[in-house]
């Protein structure tokens, strides 16, 4: 399915200026696999009539479902697993320990797609905080609609729990209804889910009412944004957080901002950071 050079043009710029994800020449394939449903849902003929509809209303139904659908990434739970292995050994007890051991530890899980990341911490917070119900607040927020309404609904496929989700959790996390699988509801009430746009300049008065947070997840997103677009947010990540709160970025992603300052702490040969 064909798409003219300066449509494609103008749905990258579009892209890049809503969400801050940035596709190369490369990534037409992306936007032809992933818009097959727009199309479907909207009865439109062809992406360069796609293309031409978004451009007449950048703000309408069409346009926002296009961003969703080209924002929204497939994850698993307990994902490369070493994050929660270090929440678990080094910072909650870090910040259990702290104060009087009964302050909130509050946590933003910053691109949180169908909820398999905010659920896996919640579930290692259970584990390694005492009262952790009456402690751990989580925010866990995402641009996609769609993806935000999938993780409140916290139902999940045979599939999805077999990726990364260990027995033990499961049993002790899920409730199984038919071929589905339930998070239960003591779970659940640590976590507040909300769209957020982390390339949006209303980000931190958006959050600030639920922080400043301890804890940060922002992994695998960073390498979709260009470079003076990735130091913003992580910028903003920063005046989110605690000084001293911790940052989990994806492998091979580094928070360089224009103001704020890192310490990189290795944890099993991964890097993590705290905000200096």
Same mark, same amino acid.
Not at 170 to 191: A, S, T, Y
Not at 257 to 265: A, L, Q
């Given at each position: 399915?064909?798409?003219?050079?300066?449509?494609?043009?103008?749905?990258?710029?579009?892209?890049?200026?809503?969400?801050?994800?940035?596709?190369?020449?490369?990534?037409?394939?992306?936007?032809?696999?992933?818009?097959?449903?727009?199309?479907?849902?909207?009865?439109?003929?062809?992406?360069?009539?796609?293309? $031409? #509809?978004?451009? @007449?209303?950048? =703000?309408?139904?069409?346009?926002?479902? /296009? !961003?969703?659908?080209?924002?929204?990434?497939?994850?698993?739970?307990?994902?490369?697993?070493?994050?929660?292995?270090?929440?678990?050994?080094?910072?909650?007890?870090?910040?259990?320990?702290?104060?009087?051991?009964?302050?909130?530890?509050?946590?933003?899980?910053?691109?949180?797609?169908?909820?398999?990341?905010?659920?896996?911490?919640?579930?290692?917070?259970?584990?390694?905080?005492?009262?952790?119900?009456?402690?751990?607040?989580?925010?866990?927020?995402?641009?996609?609609?769609?993806?935000?309404?999938?993780?409140?609904?916290?139902?999940?496929?045979?599939?999805?729990?077999?990726?990364?989700?260990?027995? $033990? #959790?499961?049993? @002790?996390?899920? =409730?199984?209804?038919?071929?589905?699988? /339930? !998070?239960?509801?003591?779970?659940?009430?640590?976590?507040?889910?909300?769209?957020?746009?982390?390339?949006?300049?209303?980000?931190?008065?958006?959050?600030?009412?639920?922080?400043?947070?301890?804890?940060?997840?922002?992994?695998?997103?960073?390498?979709?944004?260009?470079?003076?677009?990735?130091?913003?947010?992580?910028?903003?990540?920063?005046?989110?957080?605690?000084?001293?709160?911790?940052?989990?970025?994806?492998?091979?992603?580094?928070?360089?901002?224009?103001?704020?300052?890192?310490?990189?702490?290795?944890?099993?040969?991964?890097?993590?950071?705290?905000?200096?």
């Amino acid at each position: 399915m064909s798409l003219r050079p300066e449509l494609f043009r103008y749905l990258r710029e579009f892209l890049e200026c809503k969400s801050g994800l940035v596709l190369d020449d490369s990534k037409l394939y992306l936007i032809r696999s992933r818009v097959q449903t727009l199309l479907r849902n909207f009865e439109i003929a062809d992406m360069d009539t796609l293309a $031409q #509809q978004i451009k @007449r209303d950048e =703000n309408g139904k069409l346009a926002h479902c /296009f !961003i969703d659908e080209m924002t929204t990434n497939e994850t698993l739970f307990f994902r490369d697993a070493y994050p929660f292995e270090a929440l678990k050994t080094l910072v909650f007890p870090e910040l259990t320990h702290a104060g009087n051991g009964n302050e909130s530890i509050r946590i933003w899980s910053a691109a949180s797609s169908r909820g398999q990341e905010p659920y896996s911490i919640a579930m290692t917070a259970s584990e390694a905080v005492p009262m952790a119900d009456k402690r751990v607040f989580i925010l866990a927020t995402d641009l996609s609609e769609s993806a935000i309404a999938y993780a409140r609904e916290a139902k999940y496929t045979q599939m999805e729990v077999q990726r990364g989700m260990p027995v $033990q #959790q499961l049993v @002790r996390f899920f =409730n199984q209804e038919g071929i589905d699988w /339930f !998070i239960r509801d003591e779970l659940k009430e640590m976590l507040t889910f909300q769209t957020a746009n982390l390339v949006g300049d209303s980000l931190i008065g958006q959050v600030r009412r639920f922080g400043p947070f301890d804890i940060v997840f922002c992994r695998n997103v960073l390498i979709y944004f260009a470079p003076e677009e990735r130091k913003k947010v992580i910028d903003r990540l920063a005046r989110s957080m605690k000084k001293g709160g911790y940052l989990f970025t994806g492998a091979t992603e580094t928070p360089e901002g224009h103001n704020s300052k890192w310490e990189c702490m290795m944890f099993k040969g991964k890097r993590i950071w705290k905000l200096l």
